[in-house]
Each structure stands twice: as C-alpha cells, then as structure tokens.
C-alpha cells in the first residue's frame, strides 16, 4: 500500500505561483513513477506531469510545458509539482498518483494504482 499527501493548493490571482507537494508513505518502492494530474468541474482528469523516481527523468504536458515543472526530493519520499504563470484556465483540483513506470503513456489515468486526496488550486484574473 501506498499513502500519497498533498499540500500547497491555494488561490492566487493570475500569473503568480504555487508549488505543489506531494508526500508518499508505505511501499513506495514499488512505485517508480510519479503524475501528478488535474480535474476541473465537468471535465476529465488529464495528466500534467510526471517524474521517474528512479533515474529522475521527467515529463510534461504540452498544455503547462515552459510554466510547470515537476522535481523530487528522495530523501523525503516527495514530489513536487511547481506551477508559475498560472492563468484562470489551470483552475481545478490537483492530484499526485503513483505507477509502477512511468514510460511514453505518463499521461493515463489508468496507469496509476494510488491517489492522494487532491488540493484545490483556484487561479483568479
């Protein structure tokens, strides 16, 4: 089993920052992948980012590309996702999941096995 925590969701006005954590606890070994992912109300849940824990190879999307980058800390079993420039439009809950890989389908929803609870991020313009 694997606990994920996350923290640091919060309201900003447009063009400011967050930086998202994401704290792992239990078997998190067998976990070597990281997404973080987003849902806003009435639509899917996309993948924004992801970092391989192991070889520290990470991935983003097309849609937060230049804005958001996602980096680890190992020592503490955390990910973090940190956002800048954030415009309205990146309003929604974020969550942070756990793979067993990451690989070229980071991005699926149905690759990862564990959720956190979610933190709400709320962009204003």
């Known amino acids: 089993q694997v606990q994920l925590v996350e923290s640091g969701g919060g309201s900003v006005q447009a063009g400011g920052s967050l930086r998202l954590s994401c704290a792992a606890y239990g078997y998190t070994y067998t976990s070597n992948c990281m997404g973080w992912f987003r849902q806003a109300p009435g639509k899917e849940r996309e993948g924004v980012a992801a970092?391989?824990?192991?070889?520290?190879?990470?991935y983003v999307s097309d849609h937060v590309k230049g804005r958001f980058t996602v980096s680890q800390d190992n020592a503490k079993n955390t990910v973090y996702l940190q956002m800048n420039s954030l415009k309205p439009e990146d309003t929604a809950m974020y969550y942070c999941?756990?793979?067993?890989?990451?690989?070229?389908?980071?991005?699926?929803?149905?690759?990862?096995?564990?959720w956190g609870q979610g933190t709400q991020v709320t962009v204003s313009s």
């Open positions: 970092i391989d824990t192991d070889s520290g190879r990470t």
């Open positions: 999941a756990a793979a067993r890989l990451c690989g070229t389908t980071w991005y699926r929803v149905t690759r990862y096995g564990y």
